[in-house]
């Protein structure tokens, strides 16, 4: 089973924690080559992701990583 995202230049995703929905995060880069993070949720039911609770637009275009910190 194949998922399409939007984005087309991923530099990283990662699996977010302590999310009530199973919740994932992308840095990428758009077609002007600036860098922007965006989070999807996953409809395990649908197969689909969602748009999700957030997203920074313009962040340091030398940015590469994404690392999920465990709360607490």
Partial sequence: MYYRLK?????????????????IAILYEDSKER??????????????????PWK?????DTSNLLVSVPKG
């Avoid at 984005?7 to 919740?23: A, G, K």
């Avoid at 860098?35 to 197969?47: A, F, G």
Wanted: a negative charge; hydrophobic letters at 40%.
């Fill in 35 to 52: 860098c922007h993070i965006k989070t999807y949720t996953i409809n395990l039911k649908e197969k689909e992701f969602v748009d999700g």
């Fill in 56 to 60: 920074l637009t313009d962040i340091d």
């Fill in 7 to 23: 984005e087309l230049l991923i530099r990283s995703m990662v699996l977010l924690h302590n999310t009530d929905l199973p919740t």
